[in-house]
């Protein structure tokens, strides 16, 4: 009995260690939403000096990149 108790709780540890490992990791940039009238037509944005932005013209995304012009944002970059 005392070996299967212990067989059950290494496995819920193996359990337990491999869910941490598989999670997502990843980091946020905070910066100010830039671009020329020329980039944001094209679908270019600069978000500080750390990050570039590249959108397909008219989609939803470039849409709400257009409107965020000039603000402070943070954008998060997660790895699966």
């Not at 009995?1 to 491999?18: E, Y």
């Not at 100010?32 to 008219?58: F, H, R, S, W």
């Not at 995304?61 to 965020?68: A, F, I, K, N, P």
Request: proline content about 2%.
């Amino acid at each position: 009995m005392t070996r299967l108790v212990l067989a059950l709780l290494v496995a819920i540890v193996m359990l337990l260690a491999a869910m941490a490992y598989g999670e997502a990791g990843g980091f946020p940039v905070r910066c100010l939403l830039t671009a020329t009238d020329q980039e944001a037509m094209e679908g270019y944005y600069n978000c500080g000096a750390e990050l570039a932005i590249v959108t397909k013209p008219n989609s939803s995304v470039h849409d709400d990149l257009q409107r965020m012009l000039g603000h402070e944002v943070v954008v998060v970059v997660e790895t699966r």
